[in-house]
């Protein structure tokens, strides 16, 4: 079965920057989406953004538009969200997911299979 490990998180100041990583394991698809969610306190969980084979799309948060890039090592299996300019808002536990559905859109509806959480916590 695959498995998500995500790492990355940390406390950085506002203004700061981050990436966070997700390395894939047992991984045997041809085709995927793949991404990250977060989940702040009190808050619904949040899909963040997301890249597809299916289409080739990307996908972003309106949120985090201009201000947070994924990409992906297809040699190592591992997907990152490198988050510049961040903000207290920001502050969340960051989880990669993937699914088997190849298109952010289904993606985003909920995903096959999830990592552990990465908590991001950025200070004013």
């Known amino acids: 079965e695959v498995q998500l490990q995500a790492s990355g998180g940390g406390l950085v100041q506002a203004g700061g920057s981050l990436r966070l990583s997700c390395a894939a394991s047992?991984?045997?698809?041809?085709?995927?989406?793949i991404g990250w969610f977060r989940q702040a306190p009190g808050k619904e969980r949040e899909g963040v953004s997301c890249?597809?084979?299916?289409?080739?799309?990307?996908y972003y948060a309106d949120s985090v538009k201009g201000r947070f890039t994924i990409s992906s090592d297809n040699a190592k299996n591992t997907v990152y969200l490198q988050m510049d300019n961040l903000k207290p808002e920001d502050t969340a536990v960051y989880y990669c997911?993937?699914?088997?559905?190849?298109?952010?859109?289904?993606?985003?509806?909920?995903?096959?299979?999830w990592g552990q959480g990465t908590q991001v916590t950025v200070s004013s």
């Open positions: 997911a993937l699914d088997t559905a190849p298109f952010c859109s289904a993606w985003l509806g909920g995903s096959d299979y």
């Open positions: 047992e991984f045997r698809f041809d085709d995927y989406a």
């Open positions: 890249f597809s084979t299916g289409d080739g799309r990307t």
